[in-house]
């Protein structure tokens, strides 16, 4: 358990990961918008960074100078022109997240798997070849960390987990968020324009 400083409400302002996520360990942010993605993305640490949709990408990318989304339709001329260029930071779909070997050493990056708690759902019949691929081979990056605010239950975690180190962030000036719930039958546009 990390204990956030009072006041603070970004990863990166926790004394510890001030610098940088930290290395090899499923890390439980426990509240979303904290600012991990975005610290693994304007730190100076080469960086590859997997997330489970093209939208998750193309929108950090869109955020980010110096950040290449990369998925399926991301011409391989590009991928290249961006390292050309010495750009260090890839954020791409879980899909695509081994395509950059053949322009890259993996040993090379770190490897951020946000959303982490999707591999589970993934694994188990939507994209189990994909996530068998992560799961049997993140280790030949530098260092990696799995991030998620929606962690799965340790004992549904994947034998290939049960090794690394669990943190959980625990945050002090988090103010829960009261979403109220309406169910919808056919007056949904009226409920949304109002």
């Known amino acids: 358990l990390i204990k956030a400083p009072q006041g603070a409400r970004y ?39 997997a997330v489970p949709f093209i939208s998750l990408g193309v929108n950090k990318h869109l955020q980010h100078k110096g950040v290449l989304a990369v998925y399926g339709s991301v011409p391989d001329a590009t991928i290249k022109r961006f ?11 879980y899909d695509s997240l081994f395509r950059l070997e053949r322009f890259l050493e ?20 939507f994209k189990p070849k994909v996530i068998n691929r992560i799961l049997t081979r993140f280790k030949e ?44 039958n056919l007056q949904f546009n009226n409920i949304v324009s109002n």
């Open 141 to 184: 990056f530098k260092s990696y960390v799995f991030m998620t605010a929606t962690p799965t239950r340790e004992e549904y975690l994947p034998d290939e987990f049960k090794d690394l180190e669990k943190i959980k962030i625990e945050w002090e000036d988090v103010e829960a968020v009261s979403i109220r719930h309406q169910r919808c």
């Open 83 to 93: 390292i050309a260029k010495g750009h260090k930071k890839f954020i791409v779909t």
């Open 11 to 49: 990863i990166n302002q926790i004394p510890q990961y001030e610098n940088d996520l930290p290395d090899n360990c499923y890390l439980d942010k426990t509240i979303t918008g904290s600012g991990g993605t975005t610290h693994a993305l304007t730190n100076d640490i080469p960086y590859i960074i």
């Open 106 to 125: 993996l040993k090379d990056y770190k490897l951020l798997v946000d959303e982490a708690h999707k591999l589970v759902e993934y694994a188990a019949d």
